[in-house]
């Protein structure tokens, strides 16, 4: 196993400009999770560390090694890609271990390391049949054991549960990240779905146009994003966004809405910002500001509420059962202890 260390990397297509200098360290054992809009450079960084693309400036180093240089083959690494890239006329059991046969290692050892593999992704009784005989979720766990098979320092994910229906997504994000927790290999995983970065992720870059905005452990990134772009990327749903300005009372929105805040910035009164406040973090209160219900949404365990206050619309999202209506009157309150409040020029955070 081993380190990845990312160090002022750039890449160009020509005149285009896609990665800005990016500059990530991942430990030795770390699930690394870079998330972020289509387009972001994400899938990108990830080829340039697996070497199947170029760098056009600054290195990459796995362990102690720059691999600037080194041939994907030669760079120690695994990649499980989006859509499986199985043999058709392969059986499993030879789709596992074609990458040692490759290596001429012996048949003993291939079928050994292939049937390790094959237990710990429950593969034993597949290991006969061919890819058109497996579901989705079969496929990608022989995806999956192919870079086990190989024991590599570093297991590369490029968007692996984008093809997969959603209970199988939920599933399989359980399954790598078991994967991770016993076998301890560095892993760099992309996606654009925040929830797979939350649930999986030992640590989140998030990146957007070619640029890292913020990464940390995932709760930090969630209780204090460091601007606007990571506070709307991170959380689902969304976080709301209030635009206003700082008054001795707390947060007036532009429609007049009072909103009360733990701690303003010294000297901020009259200050034009944007105010953000999670969903989940409104309480219904006699003490609220008065919002008039627009959609309600009952998932079962909790409920989703669109309410209209100020000009402004809403996301609020409650534990409990509400009975409000469309064109009805709540009161809701914001935690004061929850909210954030971000530059409105710059979008930077400001508490």
Not at 42 to 63: C, P
Not at 184 to 196: F, G, R
Not at 281 to 308: M, R, W
């Amino acid at each position: 196993m081993a380190g990845v260390e990312i160090r002022n990397v750039r890449k160009a297509f020509g005149a285009t400009q896609v990665i800005h200098g990016v500059s990530i360290d991942i430990e030795d054992g770390e699930f690394v999770i870079l998330v972020g809009p289509s387009g972001c450079g994400k899938s990108t960084l990830l080829r340039m560390i697996a070497g199947l693309e170029n760098i056009t400036d600054g290195e990459i180093r796995i362990g102690e090694r720059v691999v600037n240089n080194v041939p994907p083959k030669e760079r120690d690494i695994a990649m499980v890609f989006q859509n499986y890239a199985l043999y058709p006329h392969m059986t499993v059991a030879d789709n596992m271990g074609f990458s040692l046969k490759l290596r001429k290692a012996p048949k003993s050892e291939i079928e050994a390391r292939v049937k390790r593999a094959a237990e710990i992704l429950g593969l034993i009784p597949l290991l006969s049949r061919y890819p058109r005989q497996l579901s989705g979720g079969q496929r990608q766990r022989v995806a999956m054991g192919r870079a086990i098979v190989r024991d590599p320092q570093v297991f590369l994910f490029d968007e692996p549960l984008s093809n997969l229906d959603a209970k199988l997504r939920v599933a399989m994000r359980a399954e790598i990240k078991e994967l991770h927790q016993r076998l301890q290999t560095t892993t760099v995983y992309v996606t654009h779905d925040q929830i797979e970065a939350m649930t999986m992720a030992d640590k989140i870059v998030v990146m957007h146009d070619g640029i890292v905005e913020q990464m940390g452990a995932p709760l930090e990134l969630y209780d204090r994003p460091n601007n606007l772009f990571v506070a709307g990327f991170i959380g689902s749903p969304a976080m709301n966004m209030l635009k206003g300005r700082l008054d001795a009372q707390g947060f007036v929105t532009d429609g007049g809405l009072q909103f009360p805040i733990a701690a303003k910035p010294s000297a901020s009164d009259g200050k034009p910002v944007i105010y953000g406040i999670r969903p989940e973090h409104f309480l219904l209160s006699p003490a609220g500001v008065p919002v008039e219900v627009v959609v309600v949404e009952p998932t079962g365990s909790e409920t989703q509420v669109v309410v209209k206050g100020g000009g402004q619309e809403m996301i609020c999202v409650f534990r409990e059962r509400i009975s409000a209506k469309p064109g009805e009157m709540i009161h809701v309150l914001p935690d004061p202890k929850l909210g954030h409040l971000f530059d409105q020029e710059t979008g930077q955070r400001l508490n």
